[in-house]
């Protein structure tokens, strides 16, 4: 790693786990070098780029990734056999598992933040760190309290339910009495943001961490997929929550409320529904459902305070695409943005992956305002 005049900084190796850190002493551009004769013999780096040139800004974090391949794989001028073929179908497939793992990860997210749209009308940008809180919380239980992963993570889950009932009781619903309009809500849930944001800095770092356990597994093969054993565990908790979540906006009866709130607020109170604690069961649910999917997204990856923002854009593009305010078409929506980006990146380099998800997010939109599952709605 060098500075961008080219002096020196320090040359590190990987750990086990393939992650690497180097502390600077002044923010500025860097130039951060891979050398490649140091890569397993089957691997190559995708694209053949093995520099960086990262910015770091003071007192944050700034990732560097190199995305690896097999060497042979799609991308690189060679002939065109069958081998060939085969690697892409394999690569195919491998990304496609991704897509689905990283596309149920934004539809837990994008689900909370749909029902809160839903029943409020308030785009949240601070469901970014509600996402955050959750991960953070279940790393202090884990980490700093020496619990389990398991139970760390169901406390963070119940905490972060606490806090978000706590968060429309105390502050958005004080908001809502005093007639606060939509677009000064979204405006303030910016401040929120930001402030949860810079709070998490103080007091967890701008360094990157992992939780205690199940942070590196050898992968199983499953056909041409290697998947880590928490992976296909995450995946089928992701699943059930959904699951539950959809059986219970459709058949009890505070579902049945919601969704006659999402529809005709004014309508709902004047048969006999109590709106606003209908709204608060709602932000109770959104938080733990936002702290959930902050810990999957933490167990994938990593931990760090700007984990949420990174992530948010992808949430709000999987409940745009899916149609807003509606539950089903946020996961429909997120599984979308999640297969296409990772899938791209058998054509496009990594770097441009998340441009691609909103570039489609733009075209689709072009053809069906709604989105998938969103109502055409009469303006004017």
């Known amino acids: 790693m060098t500075t961008e005049s080219g002096q020196p900084v320090e040359e590190v190796t990987t750990n086990p786990e393939g992650t690497w850190e180097v502390q600077v002493e002044e923010p500025g551009k860097y130039k951060v070098a891979l050398d490649p004769s140091t890569l397993p013999q089957n691997a190559e780096v995708r694209g053949g780029n093995n520099t960086r040139t990262p910015t770091v800004y ?68 601070a469901h970014g760190e509600l996402v955050t809180l959750g991960a953070l919380l279940a790393y202090g239980f884990n980490v700093g309290l020496g619990l389990h992963l398991i139970p760390a993570a169901l406390i963070a889950v119940i905490a972060a ?130 702290a959930l999917a902050g810990i999957m997204l933490a167990l994938s990856q990593n931990l760090k305070y700007t984990m949420g923002q990174e992530i948010l854009l992808l949430i709000f593009a999987g409940v745009t695409l899916g149609g807003l305010g509606t539950a089903f078409g946020a996961l429909v929506g997120s599984l979308v943005v999640g297969l296409f980006i990772q899938v791209s990146t058998l054509w496009v380099p990594p770097e441009l992956k998340n441009v691609g998800a909103l570039a489609v997010l733009i075209i689709v939109l072009l053809v069906r305002p709604q989105g998938i599952l969103g109502r055409r709605e009469r303006i004017g």
Not at 214 to 240: D, F, H, R
């Open 58 to 125: 003071e007192g944050n974090c700034s990732a560097v990734l190199f995305a690896l391949q097999p060497k042979g794989a799609p991308g690189q001028e060679q002939q065109e056999d069958a081998g060939a073929a085969g690697t892409f179908w394999a690569q195919a497939a491998q990304l496609t598992f991704e897509g689905l793992n990283l596309g149920l990860i934004i539809a837990l997210a994008a689900l909370g933040l749909s029902l809160i749209y839903g029943t409020t009308g308030l785009t949240n940008f």
């Open 161 to 290: 339910a606490v806090l978000g009932y706590f968060q429309d009781r105390l502050f958005w619903g004080q908001l809502r009495r005093r007639g606060t309009g939509i677009i000064a809500m979204m405006i303030i849930s910016i401040g929120v943001a930001l402030f949860m944001r810079y709070v998490f800095l103080i007091f967890f770092g701008g360094q990157t961490e992992s939780f205690a356990q199940y942070t590196a597994q050898p992968g199983i093969e499953i056909g041409p997929i290697s998947a880590a054993p928490k992976n296909l565990v995450a995946m089928g908790i992701e699943l059930v929550v959904l699951i539950i979540v959809g059986f219970a906006l459709l058949r009890t009866r505070t579902g049945k409320a919601a969704r006659a709130v999402a529809d005709n607020p004014a309508l709902a109170a004047s048969s006999g529904i109590n709106v606003d604690r209908v709204i608060r069961i709602i932000w109770t649910g959104g938080g733990a459902i936002a």
